[in-house]
Every structure is written in structure tokens, then in C-alpha cells.
């Protein structure tokens, strides 16, 4: 009994303390005045979805920042190849292309403010 107890503790206490606090979605709104003006509402970041997929050292710490707040994501960057448009991600056959609006933000109008 004391072994699987033992077990059990060295996985809980072995597994990062920021895998075990991340949240399933993810709001980012940043850059909300330029999204504002570009017709489009926050982005709500599916990370339970990718975590099913990717491994954490997939995306951390070579495409994003463990920290909340640490990633300075702009559409202009994720077009040019960088977080959410790496070569891997959204830039790729793997997933949609990033150009999918709709797909990521909330409130698309399309209707620049």
C-alpha cells in the first residue's frame, strides 16, 4: 500500500507547478484596441484542445513564454511565422490557416471600427 501511495506522491509532487495551474482557455486581449479597430473581439486560447495533441516542450519555452502575459502576440507576428503561426502550428497542413478569423476570435463583425 505505502508504495502506491509513494508513487502517487513523487508524480504530483514531479509534475510541473505551471502545467498543473494552467487554465483550459485562455482570454488574450492584450492588444484589444487594435483588435477593436480591426473588427474583431479577444482571442479565447484552447489550451486543453492543443494539450491533447502537443507535449508542453512542443510550444514552451520555444514558441511562448511559460508566463501569462510574457508573449507579446500581435496577428502581424503570427504572420510572419512566430507563436500561433510557426512553421509547426497555424502555418502549416496541421492546422487551419491563420487567416480563419473566426476560428480564434470572438465577436468577428469583419467591420474594421
Same mark, same amino acid.
Given at each position: 500500500m505505502y508504495k502506491y501511495i509513494s508513487i502517487a506522491l513523487l508524480l504530483a509532487f514531479s509534475m510541473p507547478a505551471a502545467?498543473?495551474?494552467v487554465a483550459k482557455e485562455i482570454k488574450?486581449?492584450?492588444?484589444?484596441? %487594435? @483588435?477593436? !479597430?480591426?473588427?474583431v473581439g479577444p482571442v479565447i486560447f484552447p489550451h486543453a484542445l492543443h494539450e491533447k495533441t502537443y507535449k508542453c516542450n512542443d510550444c514552451h519555452p520555444k514558441i511562448f513564454k511559460d508566463k501569462h502575459g510574457d508573449n507579446d502576440? %500581435? @496577428?502581424? !507576428?503570427?504572420?510572419d511565422g512566430q507563436y500561433c503561426g510557426s512553421p509547426?502550428?497555424?502555418n502549416s497542413q496541421k492546422a487551419f490557416a491563420l487567416f480563419n478569423c473566426s476560428k480564434?476570435?470572438?465577436?468577428?463583425?469583419?467591420?474594421?471600427k
Open positions: 502545467a498543473a495551474n488574450l486581449d492584450s492588444k484589444v484596441a %487594435s @483588435m477593436h !479597430k480591426a473588427g502576440i %500581435s @496577428m502581424k !507576428k503570427n504572420m509547426n502550428c497555424h480564434c476570435h470572438t465577436e468577428v463583425t469583419g467591420k474594421p
